[in-house]
């Protein structure tokens, strides 16, 4: 059974830094794609970015290209978001997916003063 | 970036009703379409992807169709477990991007 469990998640303040982890485990790790995408409370789901799967190509939403790094370590099936200068409309529940099929339960980030 | 336009944003429908939902890209993304559905306080649920393929372990009362700019996503006989929100999603080009929304509530 596929499992995705992120973790990392919570308060900080605007300008702040945060690194969201992804456990995942039930498939193979190192042969799949993996993304993130996020949800602002009551809004829709927008894509993040996502990583290959030996993390040689990745790619970015404009909003968030040059604050955020998509990162993997395949030797620990796990993937990261490392997130810099936080802003308000960054607050979210961050979903970890295996190639937008498989998703793990999300994280909720908020970034305010 | 392409953008998803994505109709009705809501709908009320009764139990064994049969639903459409419908998406525009705003530029031709071949097949490269997918379809999901998400309940209040979960994660998404993948259910099409290539526009038409049903994802494993999913009821075939779902079903999608569309090539190009204009998709459908049908439910064949509305279930109390089918109201949710369902979202469209291109991944044709970078940025992925969603749909805003279908919100099938009950009449």
Redesign the interface.
């Known amino acids: 059974e596929v499992q995705l469990v992120e973790s990392g998640g919570g308060l900080v303040q605007p300008g702040g830094s945060l690194r969201l982890s992804c456990a995942a485990s039930g498939f193979t790790f190192s042969t799949s794609w993996m993304?993130w995408?996020r949800q602002a409370p009551g809004k829709?789901?927008?894509?993040v970015a996502?990583i290959k799967a030996d993390g040689s190509e990745k790619?970015?939403?404009?909003s968030v290209r040059g604050r955020f790094t998509v990162s993997r370590d395949n030797a620990k099936s796990s993937l990261y978001l490392h997130m810099n200068s936080l802003r308000a409309e960054d607050t979210a529940v961050y979903?970890c997916s295996r190639s937008?099929?498989?998703?793990?339960?999300?994280v909720l980030v908020t970034v305010s003063a | 970036d392409i953008q998803m336009a994505q109709s009705p944003s809501s709908l009320s429908a009764s139990v064994g009703d049969r639903v459409s939902i419908t998406c525009r890209a705003s530029q031709g993304i071949s097949n490269h379409l997918a379809w999901f559905q998400q309940k209040p306080g979960k994660a998404p649920r993948s259910l099409i992807y290539a526009a038409s393929s049903l994802q494993s372990g999913v009821p075939s009362k779902f079903s999608g169709s569309g090539s190009g700019t204009d998709f459908t996503l049908t439910i064949s006989s509305l279930q109390p477990e089918d109201f949710a929100t369902y979202y469209c999603l291109q991944y044709n080009s970078y940025p992925r991007t969603f749909g805003q929304g279908t919100k099938v509530e009950i009449k």
């Open positions: 993304d995408v829709g789901l927008e894509w996502n790619n970015y939403v404009d979903y937008l099929i498989d998703w793990g339960q999300g």
